[in-house]
């Protein structure tokens, strides 16, 4: 049962705003709620790091210059190895997104 909770803006899932997992589990044991707890702070710190992840993708594949896209890929690989190791990403993926992108740099002026 999704209850939504509507504002001005944006009408976004209870489930978002409040327990996500705690309020609907069959166990309630103490290790049950603490795990439920845990993969709460982890669904909501690898989202953090995903945005940043296509953020910085998006900065290299817009930028108009070279030197300006160079500049981008620099923090843009730091971001997609740190995903990698995080394992937000597969590693294969991130060297596959890393080349993609160099290739896009060697083409622009």
């Known amino acids: 049962m999704k209850i939504l909770v509507s504002t001005v803006r944006f009408c976004v899932p209870a489930s978002v705003l409040f327990n996500r997992q705690e309020d609907f589990l069959a166990k309630r044991s103490i290790s049950v709620l603490r795990q439920a707890r845990k993969n709460e702070r982890r669904r909501l710190q690898n989202r953090i790091r995903r945005q940043a992840l296509k953020k910085a993708v998006k900065a290299v594949r817009t930028a108009k210059t070279r030197e300006e896209a160079l500049k981008a890929f620099g923090a ?4 997609i190895d740190r995903s ?17 992108l160099m290739k896009a740099i060697s083409y622009l002026k």
């Open 76 to 79: 843009a690989q730091s971001v």
């Open 84 to 100: 990698a190791k995080h394992r937000i990403i597969h590693p294969n993926t991130a060297r596959r997104l890393k080349s993609r």
